[in-house]
C-alpha cells in the first residue's frame, strides 16, 4: 500500500493550494480518507475526512469554510483544497486511509507528507 502526497510549497498568506494524494495497492473505495497536519513542536492534528461514498465530511474547526476535502474514486486519489491560507496553516500534510474519524489512531495507512509553508 502507498500514499502519496503531492502539492506542497511555499505560498502567501491569502493564497490557495491544492494537495493531492494518490494511493496504490489499496481497496481505496473502502475506506474514508483523511488530511492531517503536523507543524514543528506540535502535535498530529486532524485536518478534514470524508467518506467512502462522499456522502459524510468533516473538518476542523480551523479550516472550515477555507478547506475543502473531495475523492476520486475512479483515481483512487484524495484532495485537499486549501484557501484563504494563513502562517498558522504551516505545517506537514499527510493523507491517511482508515475510518471516518478526527482520530489518527482510526486510520491505518498513511503517507510520508509533503510540506506547506505559508508566507506572512
Known amino acids: 500500500v502507498q500514499l502519496v502526497e503531492s502539492g506542497g510549497g511555499l505560498v502567501q498568506t491569502g493564497g490557495s493550494l491544492r494537495l493531492s494524494c494518490a494511493t496504490s495497492g489499496l481497496s481505496f473505495r473502502s475506506y474514508a480518507m483523511g488530511w492531517f497536519r503536523q507543524a514543528p513542536g506540535k502535535e498530529r492534528e486532524f485536518v478534514a475526512a470524508l467518506h467512502w461514498s462522499g456522502s459524510y465530511r468533516n473538518a476542523a474547526d480551523s479550516v472550515k469554510g477555507r478547506f475543502t476535502i473531495s475523492r476520486d474514486n475512479a483515481k483512487s486519489t484524495v484532495y485537499l483544497q486549501m484557501n484563504s491560507l494563513k502562517p498558522e496553516d504551516t505545517a506537514v500534510y499527510y493523507c491517511?486511509?482508515?475510518?471516518?474519524?478526527?482520530?489518527?489512531?482510526?486510520?491505518?495507512?498513511w503517507g510520508q507528507g509533503t510540506q506547506v509553508t505559508v508566507s506572512s
Open positions: 491517511a486511509a482508515g475510518s471516518i474519524s478526527s482520530i489518527a489512531g482510526e486510520y491505518h495507512y
